[in-house]
């Protein structure tokens, strides 16, 4: 096979990767070895198989009670249902405002994927796996069974049938090298698959003795305890390995701007500019050599690769998107051992304890003497009759003469209060490795403040924070993983529902440019559906919508997403929010006559406020001119002349207020005629 094509992978060949994966697969299952076996036992101890099978024999020979009361199962419950209570939901932002239309279509069509597959529930059952083993999975791939255009899928995987780079130490494994998925198969799921494929009968799962010991095997019967398979059918294990290499890339400056070229292509343009008789150095074009990690996938059984290499892709083996499909949610960390742990592990001790020191309780009870006397031979007349009626409270106890002092009771033995006290201990000892509180359990049996009993719980939250906080982190890196099968796989136009502020409709799904990074950022957010968040969303919404309507506020219709009422209801009120009132065109005309009614009775009042005002000023202006007759004197020639003019003044404002007492009556009488039409002609209509 030409090397060229690799474009600088280090795996060349088949037979290179089908050495790292034997050599990686076998690595693995050695570092996890012992992590597996108690793994199991702690999926046996949520189950409430919680004994040994040593312990359980040696208590069926001496006849004792292998009691469990299973506590541990009701507090990983109780996280799990924290967790439900307060769901998270994937939002991407634009980086720049012209991506925002981009970005609002990938928020829904995000939304759509994460409903049809159920991702919430197969989530809650990851993360219900990080508290029992410390490893919670889940994986992202394309369906065709049910739908031929394909369909994203998101699946819950077995913690116990993952593996991964035994280097990786960040948290939810995200500099880990290579990640695989071991799963049984039947002959028949393989021959659909991929058709064609030769694999040998020797490397059969379930074969027997004698079986090749192949590496993946290994992963399987590394450990004492044999895994069970409830299936008789005789099964072939398949690898899912995925892994990534770095590669180098050219970056060259070009007419349409900066050109991401592989080594081959780079390799081409420098070779054409060479046969021309020139560089690109000398025709002044600037490029630079970069690192590029690519991901890589294959599936391999029997010491075969059983898919085949795409002849098309500049990457040989090409995952389905440039990360792995896979993503774990990772627990509490084990420095020592490079392992996580989950809080099953603290629980286990007490919980073992405390089911063997009931059971040795049971055991003193039942070997210990309840009662009974102690006599000497021949203290009794009919000791038969002793035995059998003694117990009665009517019955009479005859003894010999003189034997009286030889009877006597057995000695009760005092019950151990220790044995008590450890038991007491140990129950108590379940809930507090952990750090939950009575209150986290719901049954804190006393009586405090609402206020109080929040803070306690909001506590325990607190101390499992490590959890949230992976499970935050692996949301992060699912969205970027969710966003590449979007737009990789199903942005080709199909109809997708979403959900906006006018309610729920479908819009075709189809993102431009999608062969390039989208640049958006994600954040993780309560989603709205969480009951936590809706209750405290409304607590705070309670407190500020008085202020908001005094204040003229708008009131968004988003605020109906955080109530408690059924989804319908609110799809269906914020439809009749959104849509415009439909009036009845009669009632439509009479209500703008009616409007114009009043603004023309505005009118007058304002005509008549202002007549008012002009003869209130002509009444000043008359007595201002009587006074100044009555004051005025016959002698002086100065106040004569003032008198005449007071005199002609008075005149001219007494004829401007009977002019203007005529024009006002007049417009009151046009005005009235006019409305009185109006009103004549509106109850014309509507009785039409």
Same mark, same amino acid.
């Given at each position: 096979?030409?090397?060229?094509?690799?474009?600088?992978?280090?795996?060349?060949?088949?037979?290179?990767?089908?050495?790292?994966?034997?050599?990686?697969?076998?690595?693995?299952?050695?570092?996890?070895?012992?992590?597996?076996?108690?793994?199991?036992?702690?999926?046996?101890?949520?189950?409430?198989?919680?004994?040994?099978?040593?312990?359980?024999?040696?208590?069926?020979?001496?006849?004792?009670?292998?009691?469990?009361?299973?506590?541990?199962?009701?507090?990983?419950?109780?996280?799990?249902?924290?967790?439900?209570?307060?769901?998270?939901?994937?939002?991407?932002?634009?980086?720049?405002?012209?991506?925002?239309?981009?970005?609002?279509?990938?928020?829904?069509?995000?939304?759509?994927?994460?409903?049809?597959?159920?991702?919430?529930?197969?989530?809650?059952?990851?993360?219900?796996?990080?508290?029992?083993?410390?490893?919670?999975?889940?994986?992202?791939?394309?369906?065709?069974?049910?739908?031929?255009?394909?369909?994203?899928?998101?699946?819950?995987?077995?913690?116990?049938?993952?593996?991964?780079?035994?280097?990786?130490?960040?948290?939810?494994?995200?500099? $880990?090298?290579?990640?695989?998925?071991? @799963?049984?198969?039947?002959? &028949? /799921? #393989?021959?659909?698959?991929? =058709?064609?494929? *030769?694999?040998?009968?020797?490397?059969?799962?379930?074969?027997?003795?004698?079986?090749?010991?192949?590496?993946?095997?290994?992963?399987?019967?590394?450990?004492?305890?044999?895994?069970?398979?409830?299936?008789?059918?005789?099964?072939?294990?398949?690898?899912?390995?995925?892994?990534?290499?770095?590669?180098?890339?050219?970056?060259?400056?070009?007419?349409?701007?900066?050109?991401?070229?592989?080594?081959?292509?780079?390799?081409?343009?420098?070779?054409?500019?060479?046969?021309?008789?020139?560089?690109?150095?000398?025709?002044?074009?600037?490029?630079?050599?970069?690192?590029?990690?690519?991901?890589?996938?294959?599936?391999? $059984?029997?010491?075969?690769?059983?898919? @085949?290499?795409?002849?098309? &892709? /500049? #990457?040989?083996?090409?995952? =389905?998107?440039? *990360?792995?499909?896979?993503?774990?949610?990772?627990?509490?960390?084990?420095?020592?051992?490079?392992?996580?742990?989950?809080?099953?592990?603290?629980?286990?001790?007490?919980?073992?304890?405390?089911?063997?020191?009931?059971?040795?309780?049971?055991?003193?009870?039942?070997?210990?003497?309840?009662?009974?006397?102690?006599?000497?031979?021949?203290?009794?007349?009919?000791?038969?009759?002793?035995?059998?009626?003694?117990?009665?409270?009517?019955?009479?106890?005859?003894?010999?003469?003189?034997?009286?002092?030889?009877?006597?009771?057995?000695?009760?033995?005092?019950?151990?209060?220790?044995?008590?006290?450890?038991?007491?201990?140990?129950?108590?000892?379940?809930?507090?490795?952990?750090?939950?509180?009575?209150?986290?359990?719901?049954?804190?049996?006393?009586?405090?403040?609402?206020?109080?009993?929040?803070?306690?719980?909001?506590?325990?939250?607190?101390?499992?924070?490590?959890?949230?906080?992976?499970?935050?982190?692996?949301?992060?890196?699912?969205?970027?993983?969710?966003?590449?099968?979007?737009?990789?796989?199903?942005?080709?136009?199909?109809?997708?529902?979403?959900?906006?502020?006018?309610?729920?409709?479908?819009?075709?799904?189809?993102?431009?440019?999608?062969?390039?990074?989208?640049?958006?950022?994600?954040?993780?957010?309560?989603?709205?559906?969480?009951?936590?968040?809706?209750?405290?969303?409304?607590?705070?919404?309670?407190?500020?919508?008085?202020?908001?309507?005094?204040?003229?506020?708008?009131?968004?219709?988003?605020?109906?997403?955080?109530?408690?009422?059924?989804?319908?209801?609110?799809?269906?009120?914020?439809?009749?929010?959104?849509?415009?009132?439909?009036?009845?065109?009669?009632?439509?005309?009479?209500?703008?006559?009616?409007?114009?009614?009043?603004?023309?009775?505005?009118?007058?009042?304002?005509?008549?406020?202002?007549?008012?005002?002009?003869?209130?000023?002509?009444?000043?202006?008359?007595?201002?001119?009587?006074?100044?007759?009555?004051?005025?004197?016959?002698?002086?020639?100065?106040?004569?002349?003032?008198?005449?003019?007071?005199?002609?003044?008075?005149?001219?404002?007494?004829?401007?207020?009977?002019?203007?007492?005529?024009?006002?009556?007049?417009?009151?009488?046009?005005?009235?005629?006019?409305?009185?039409?109006?009103?004549?002609?509106?109850?014309?209509?509507?009785?039409?």
């Amino acid at each position: 096979m030409d090397n060229s094509k690799k474009n600088g992978c280090k795996l060349k060949t088949d037979e290179d990767i089908i050495e790292f994966i034997k050599k990686s697969i076998k690595d693995t299952a050695m570092y996890l070895d012992n992590w597996k076996t108690k793994t199991r036992k702690n999926y046996d101890f949520y189950s409430g198989e919680q004994w040994e099978k040593t312990d359980i024999d040696l208590m069926q020979q001496t006849e004792r009670q292998a009691i469990v009361f299973n506590r541990v199962a009701r507090t990983i419950n109780a996280i799990t249902g924290l967790e439900q209570d307060n769901r998270q939901q994937i939002r991407f932002l634009p980086r720049n405002l012209e991506d925002a239309k981009v970005i609002e279509v990938l928020n829904s069509a995000c939304d759509w994927v994460r409903d049809l597959t159920d991702a919430e529930d197969e989530e809650s059952e990851a993360f219900q796996d990080t508290l029992i083993s410390g490893y919670g999975w889940c994986e992202t791939h394309v369906e065709y069974d049910e739908d031929p255009d394909g369909r994203i899928v998101q699946t819950r995987v077995d913690p116990l049938e993952m593996g991964w780079d035994k280097n990786a130490k960040q948290r939810n494994l995200g500099d $880990s090298r290579f990640i695989f998925h071991i @799963k049984r198969m039947t002959w &028949q /799921d #393989v021959q659909e698959t991929w =058709p064609n494929i *030769d694999l040998d009968p020797a490397y059969i799962y379930n074969q027997g003795p004698g079986t090749p010991v192949d590496q993946i095997k290994s992963w399987y019967y590394a450990s004492d305890d044999i895994e069970i398979d409830l299936d008789d059918e005789k099964k072939y294990e398949v690898a899912r390995f995925q892994w990534w290499e770095k590669i180098y890339i050219y970056r060259v400056e070009g007419p349409k701007g900066i050109e991401t070229l592989s080594e081959t292509s780079f390799k081409s343009l420098k070779k054409g500019f060479l046969d021309s008789g020139s560089s690109m150095e000398q025709m002044g074009i600037r490029f630079v050599k970069q690192h590029k990690k690519v991901y890589r996938e294959v599936f391999y $059984s029997s010491g075969k690769i059983l898919n @085949k290499e795409d002849k098309d &892709q /500049d #990457v040989p083996y090409a995952a =389905p998107i440039n *990360d792995f499909s896979f993503r774990a949610v990772t627990g509490l960390r084990d420095r020592n051992r490079n392992l996580w742990f989950g809080v099953m592990d603290l629980m286990r001790d007490p919980q073992m304890w405390y089911n063997k020191w009931l059971s040795q309780t049971l055991r003193i009870m039942n070997t210990n003497a309840k009662g009974g006397l102690i006599a000497e031979q021949g203290a009794f007349v009919d000791p038969r009759a002793v035995e059998n009626d003694y117990a009665k409270p009517n019955n009479i106890t005859y003894v010999n003469q003189g034997y009286l002092d030889k009877v006597r009771d057995k000695t009760v033995p005092q019950f151990p209060n220790t044995l008590s006290d450890l038991i007491s201990v140990a129950k108590d000892s379940i809930t507090d490795t952990p750090g939950l509180s009575l209150e986290t359990l719901g049954v804190a049996n006393r009586n405090q403040p609402a206020s109080l009993e929040m803070q306690r719980r909001e506590s325990s939250v607190t101390i499992l924070s490590t959890f949230f906080t992976s499970l935050r982190r692996y949301r992060k890196e699912q969205g970027r993983v969710l966003c590449e099968f979007i737009t990789k796989y199903i942005s080709d136009g199909r109809m997708i529902r979403i959900v906006g502020n006018d309610g729920a409709s479908y819009i075709p799904l189809y993102i431009q440019g999608k062969d390039d990074l989208l640049p958006y950022d994600i954040i993780v957010d309560e989603a709205p559906s969480a009951p936590n968040m809706k209750a405290r969303t409304m607590d705070a919404i309670m407190g500020l919508l008085p202020l908001a309507l005094q204040a003229n506020i708008p009131i968004p219709p988003d605020i109906l997403d955080y109530t408690t009422l059924p989804e319908n209801l609110i799809a269906k009120w914020k439809e009749a929010i959104a849509a415009p009132s439909q009036v009845d065109p009669a009632q439509q005309q009479m209500q703008q006559q009616m409007q114009q009614l009043e603004l023309m009775m505005k009118q007058l009042q304002v005509q008549g406020q202002q007549i008012q005002n002009t003869e209130h000023s002509s009444k000043a202006e008359l007595n201002k001119a009587q006074a100044y007759n009555q004051f005025a004197t016959a002698d002086n020639e100065e106040a004569l002349a003032k008198e005449k003019t007071g005199a002609n003044l008075s005149q001219q404002t007494q004829e401007e207020f009977r002019k203007n007492q005529a024009f006002v009556a007049e417009q009151q009488r046009q005005n009235i005629k006019l409305a009185s039409d109006l009103v004549r002609d509106s109850i014309k209509n509507r009785s039409k």
